[in-house]
């Protein structure tokens, strides 16, 4: 019987060990990116004290989910990169997907939800 060449075949440790030093590398620049932009969000809320409520909790729900997915992705590229395999690839890139689509459809809901809510809201 036809045996798959690829199933065999494993990823070397150097190469993993390269692809984790540079995923904490990228992790390293998006905490400071990050940093950077919660501290320009600030300022903007400063500035913009008019702005409504509803506005910067939108905003304070979209940049959580977005710490955590980002979060999520880089827990799934750090998983990725000590894998041995294209087994163990695959199943994590599917387990990953698997757990991404309901997250991504929870978050817009509640985006959604509370947009709605805050349009409905009297004015104060």
Do not use: C, W, Y
């Amino acid at each position: 019987m036809f045996k798959n060449p690829i199933a065999n075949f494993e990823i070397p440790t150097e190469m993993r060990n390269h692809a984790e030093q540079s995923v904490e590398q990228a992790k390293k620049a998006f905490d400071d990116f990050m940093t950077t932009a919660q501290k320009a969000a600030a300022a903007f809320e400063g500035q913009a004290a008019g702005t409504q409520a509803s506005a910067k909790e939108v905003g304070e729900k979209a940049m959580a989910f977005a710490e955590k997915n980002i979060a999520t992705s880089f827990e799934f590229a750090q998983k990725v990169a000590r894998t041995k395999n294209i087994e163990e690839l695959t199943q994590l890139q599917t387990e990953f997907v698997k757990a991404q689509i309901p997250a991504f459809a929870e978050q817009a809901k509640a985006l959604g939800q509370t947009v709605v809510k805050d349009a409905v809201r009297p004015a104060a």
